[in-house]
């Protein structure tokens, strides 16, 4: 049994890779969750591979689950069969030394890799395959909105607390807004300063 080696890049990181050691006969999912694994991210979100060419033109996609298939504009288009991850052996799509393979994960922060086959060896008895063999850097921080956690017996008193701040900030700003469009009110102008007392004049 061989194994491959991979190196794994993140877009746009110079100081960032992983080694990825994984048997021929493994999946595509496999692949998936140990790049995952490696990077330190919950598998939660939806993944592609893109197996591509030398010069990382995208061949074919290789999809984590079935998405909705695509319309054909006319009746003798064919629609491209959606391949997956789970039935998909990578030595079934490696036909190059030096394979290049796109992966994509989370459609919404579009974290991008870039990988290629470095080496093909034989199996180790006794190693678990896949495995992560080398590593360098760390996965950038996303910046999230945190919601912050009120417990069910606070969730009312909390909602009425908040609804109370934004009716008196609301009340606030229709405060300053009567101030401002008053004239002479606490703004320094006398009353002969007035439109009307300008008009008269």
Known sequence: MHIYRFRVVLEDQDDFFRDIEIRSNQTFEDFHH????????????????????SKWKKKTEITL????????????????KQILMSN??????????????????????????F??????IPAEPKIVYPRCTKKLGAMPKQHATITPFVPDEFAEEFSSENDQLVADEFEAEDEN?????????????????????????
């Not at 689950?65 to 491209?80: G, I, L, Q, R």
Request: negative net charge; glycine residues 4%; hydrophobic residues 35%.
């Open 34 to 53: 140990i790049i995952l694994q490696s990077v330190e991210i919950e598998p939660k979100e939806l993944a592609s591979f893109y197996i591509c060419d």
């Open 88 to 113: 998909s052996r990578l030595c079934d799509f490696i036909d190059d030394p030096h394979q290049r393979i796109v992966y994509i994960y989370d459609y919404l922060n579009y974290w991008t890799f």
């Open 65 to 80: 689950v079935e998405m909705e298939k695509p319309v054909a504009e006319n009746a003798e288009e064919e629609v491209p």
């Open 115 to 120: 990988i290629e086959l470095s080496k093909i």
């Open 177 to 201: 807004i009567d101030l401002l469009s008053t004239p002479g009110t606490d703004l320094g102008l006398e009353g002969d300063n007035t439109p009307d007392a300008i008009e008269e004049e």
